[in-house]
């Protein structure tokens, strides 16, 4: 059974950073590209950040370029999401996503991130 | 960037009743391999997104008949054949054809009447 499992939120200052993960398991997380997608509460869903197979290519939004990395361990079945200079926009709950004919056949459930003093 | 508009963004629906959702792009979705990248997610109250449909028209596993995705170019649509009481939620469209970035819809909340 495919299951992506993030974690990694939580709260912290404007200013700050933090690193989510997402744990990938029943399937070779090496075979596909993966994304990160956000939803802020109570808002739509916004596409951040896709790598590729082994890691050498990375997209973002503009929203998050320069501030966000993403990246993957293939021998460790994760992917992560470096988050730094967060800001109060970046409130959201964030979803890693398998790429099948583009975004997302498989989501996890999210962890939610909170960006206040 | 692709800009997705859909339409209803409220759609109030009596069970068993059929539903239509509108989903148009700023430009063709169409790439320069003939494919084109519109998929619709439905996400539950409470729960992570779930993909229903792929390229246009293509259900994913365990998606009932009861939906099914139309269209072509910049026009496409999501359609419920008979509205069921697991179906309320927040339905988007989306387009990977043209990244970065991906782009999403901005939701269309189905609730029944």
């Known amino acids: 059974e495919v299951q992506l499992v993030e974690s990694g939120g939580g709260l912290v200052q404007p200013g700050g950073s933090l690193r989510l993960s997402c744990a990938a398991s029943?399937?070779?997380?090496?075979?596909?590209?993966m994304h990160w997608v956000r939803q802020a509460p109570g808002k739509g869903l916004v596409w951040v950040a896709q790598?590729?197979?082994?890691?050498?290519?990375?997209t973002y939004a503009d929203s998050v370029k320069g501030r966000f990395t993403i990246s993957r361990d293939n021998a460790k079945n994760t992917l992560y999401l470096q988050m730094n200079s967060l800001r109060a926009e970046d409130t959201a709950v964030y979803y890693c996503?398998?790429?099948?004919?583009?975004?997302?056949?498989?989501w996890g459930q999210g962890t939610l991130v909170t960006v206040s003093s | 960037d692709v800009v997705m508009t859909q339409s209803p963004l409220s759609l109030p629906v009596t069970l068993g009743q059929p539903a239509s959702i509108s989903c148009r792009s700023s430009?063709?979705?169409?790439?320069?391999?003939?494919?084109?990248?519109l998929n619709w997610f439905q996400q539950r109250p409470g729960q992570s997104p779930r993909r229903l449909i792929y390229?246009?028209?293509n259900r994913d596993s365990g998606v009932p008949d009861r939906f099914s995705g139309s269209g072509s170019g910049s026009n496409f649509t999501l359609k419920i054949s008979s509205v069921e009481a697991g179906d309320v939620g927040v339905y988007y469209c989306?387009?990977?054809?043209?990244?970065?970035?991906?782009?999403f819809g901005q939701g269309t909340n189905l609730e029944i009447k």
């Open positions: 996503a398998r790429d099948v004919y583009s975004v997302g056949d498989y």
């Open positions: 029943g399937f070779t997380l090496s075979d596909y590209w």
């Open positions: 790598i590729n197979h082994d890691g050498s290519a990375t």
């Open positions: 430009q063709s979705l169409v790439n320069s391999n003939g494919n084109t990248y």
């Open positions: 390229k246009v028209s």
């Open positions: 989306m387009q990977g054809t043209h990244w970065p970035p991906y782009t």
